[in-house]
């Protein structure tokens, strides 16, 4: 099968401070990689996606320049919160796509803003 | 706007039944429609999903009927286990998957023993 991860799957931060997000695909090259948000008991949202090599695609009303996404690989791509605050305390998922139509999610990132 | 409606909210079946979710789309654009199931603190793992040119696609006991005249499809769960209790997303993107995805709100399964 196809495997996602992600690090840290849980990261508690003082507001103010930036945190990142890793998201690797272990078994296969991710020709694109998607970012997603889920705030409790709610659906996703996608924030973004990105394409190894190129600047990452964003969602209308996901701020750039607080989530700032790299793509250095066709296996990792990274998500940093810039400047945290309490608002952005979440459970953020990446999801890979190898070409097909599946796209393979990762077990996710509790962010928690004190 | 809410481009894929989910329902029901949370739904319970007791075990050996069969649970049906609906899920109605407004963009025509959409041509890749998976389901997902996801665990509390888990990321969603994909179950099965169709594409508008088939109308029914089954993978063990997950089926999915799909009505394209009606923007419409469904997932149905046969001999719904008490392991099936969970949050299942259905989902729908342009480009056959390759772009990202939209998500219903979701629907809270409980499978009763």
């Known amino acids: 099968g196809a495997v996602v991860s992600q690090h840290p799957s849980r990261v508690i931060c003082k507001s103010g401070t930036s945190v990142k997000i890793e998201c690797r695909s272990l078994?296969?090259?991710?020709?694109?990689m998607f970012w997603y948000r889920q705030f409790p008991k709610q659906s996703l949202m996608l924030m973004a996606t990105s394409n190894e090599g190129s600047k990452a695609t964003y969602e209308q009303g996901v701020e750039k320049d607080k989530f700032l996404i790299n793509h250095a690989s066709l296996t990792l791509s990274t998500l940093t919160v810039t400047s945290a605050h309490p608002e952005d305390s979440s459970f953020y998922i990446c999801?890979?796509?190898?070409?097909?139509?599946?796209?393979?999610f990762g077990p996710g990132t509790r962010l928690t803003v004190l | 706007q809410q481009q894929v409606k989910q329902s029901p909210q949370s739904l319970i079946v007791q075990k050996g039944g069969i649970p049906i979710i609906n899920c109605a789309y407004e963009n025509t654009a959409f041509d890749y429609f998976p389901w997902y199931q996801q665990f509390p603190g888990k990321g969603p793992a994909l179950l099965i999903a169709?594409?508008?040119?088939?109308s029914e696609k089954k993978e063990g006991r997950f089926t999915i009927s799909f009505n394209k005249s009606a923007k419409q499809f469904s997932l149905h769960i046969m001999d719904s286990q008490p392991g099936d209790s969970a949050t299942y997303f259905c989902a729908a993107s342009i480009g056959g998957g390759a772009d990202g995805l939209t998500f219903g709100k979701g629907t809270h399964l409980i499978i009763q023993p």
């Open positions: 999801s890979a796509n190898r070409g097909s139509d599946t796209q393979y």
């Open positions: 078994d296969f090259q991710a020709t694109t």
């Open positions: 169709i594409r508008p040119d088939v």
